[in-house]
Nanobody, 124 residues
Framework: QVQLVESGGGLVQTGGSLRLSCAASGRTLSLYPMGWFRRAPGKEREFVAGINRGGFSTDYGDSVKGRFTISRDNAKNTVYLQMNSLKPEDPAVYYC?????????????????WGQGTQVTVSS
């Protein structure tokens, strides 16, 4: 059984930064690509970022390219999402997930384990 636990969410002003963490227990994360998704109120969950097993290949959703950075520390079994230049459209619950396929897969069905999510709020 795999458990993913996100942390680091909170309230930040427009233009500010937050760093989310996703810690895994159970199977080692290094065997799998990982992704971050988000769901804003009234919207479907969308792909934010993905990273391959080794951490040297990444992919991003169009709305966050150039502002967010995904990374991982396999020794700590943890994946991160550095969010800079936060905008009013970024507030959402952010989820990390383990991929069964490619690191840049934007389809939810390609991910088999999900965290409970962490709330990000951006004030203007």
């Amino acid at each position: 059984q795999v458990q993913l636990v996100e942390s680091g969410g909170g309230l930040v002003q427009t233009g500010g930064s937050l760093r989310l963490s996703c810690a895994a227990s159970g199977r080692t994360l290094s065997l799998y690509p990982m992704g971050w998704f988000r769901r804003a109120p009234g919207k479907e969950r969308e792909f934010v970022a993905g990273i391959n097993r080794g951490g040297f290949s990444t992919d991003y959703g169009d709305s966050v390219k150039g502002r967010f950075t995904i990374s991982r520390d396999n020794a700590k079994n943890t994946v991160y999402l550095q969010m800079n230049s936060l905008k009013p459209e970024d507030p959402a619950v952010y989820y990390c997930a383990r991929s069964r396929g490619n690191y840049g897969d934007f389809r939810e069905s390609s991910y088999d384990y999900w965290g409970q999510g962490t709330q990000v709020t951006v004030s203007s």
